[in-house]
């Protein structure tokens, strides 16, 4: 699940109730911010991004789009080359260049 809320706690309290046998320790969170579009189209979900950065200078979504390209490369290989276009996609090129 991508996170866990009360609701998703109750909910898990209803069906150990009907009998089902749930162990909520061993229910995690998973980071679901890379979603499938299309065969060769990933989009990185992150709705208040865009809000912010403009409004509340901040720039962690930044750590958040690195984290997404390195695990695209742990699962299909080093990225061969690299570009960007802009001045914040060229930050995040630089943060993935020193890990």
């Given at each position: 699940?991508p996170r866990?809320t009360?609701?998703?706690?109750e909910?898990l309290?209803?069906a150990?109730?009907?009998g089902l046998?749930?162990?909520?320790e061993r ?6 911010d ?11 979900e ?6 912010s ?12 789009v690195r984290?997404s ?12 080359f690299?570009y960007?276009?802009?001045t914040?996609?060229?930050?995040i090129l630089?943060m993935?260049s020193?890990t």
């Open positions: 699940m866990r009360i609701e998703c706690d909910m309290e209803q150990r109730q009907k046998k749930l162990n909520p229910i995690y969170k998973v980071s679901l890379l979603i499938l579009l299309e065969d060769d189209l990933l989009s990185l992150m709705p208040d991004s865009f809000k950065l403009l409004l509340g200078d901040d720039d962690t979504y930044k750590i958040y984290d390209l390195m695990r695209i490369e742990k699962v299909m290989g080093k990225i061969k690299k960007s276009k802009g914040i996609s060229t930050q630089g993935l020193k």
